[in-house]
Nanobody, 123 residues
């Protein structure tokens, strides 16, 4: 059982950058695969990025963010990050982190979810 709290969202201009953080507690963080999802108003929740349990974890990205976003984890700090560069208006959404047993790209792959942090890209 793990609790997740996201932070780092905010308002940024087109082309800018943000780094999101997800702090985990109440579980063995290093044993969880982690992921980021996002949901914009009127749209379904969609996969953004995921990372496997290893310290040199395998990473996966949605095509829409590949080359712009980077997911990473610091197991000593029980934290997963999402570095977001070259932001576009289409990136505006509520970003949530999730933990699961194995790395995946679908909502159903994950059992534990944070409350989300809002990212707004203005233009």
């Amino acid at each position: 059982q793990v609790q997740l709290v996201e932070s780092g969202g905010g308002l940024v201009q087109v082309g800018g950058s943000l780094r999101l953080s997800c702090a985990a507690s109440g579980g063995t963080f290093s044993s969880y695969a982690m992921a980021w999802f996002r949901q914009a108003p009127g749209k379904e929740r969609e996969f953004v990025a995921s990372i496997s349990t290893g310290s040199g974890g395998r990473t996966y990205y949605a095509n829409s963010v590949k080359g712009r976003f980077t997911i990473s984890r610091d197991n000593a700090k029980n934290t997963v990050f999402l570095q977001m560069n070259s932001l576009k208006p289409e990136d505006t959404a509520l970003y949530s982190c999730a933990a699961g047993w194995v790395v995946g790209t679908s909502v159903g792959s994950y059992d534990n979810w944070g409350q989300g942090t809002q990212v707004t890209v203005s233009s």
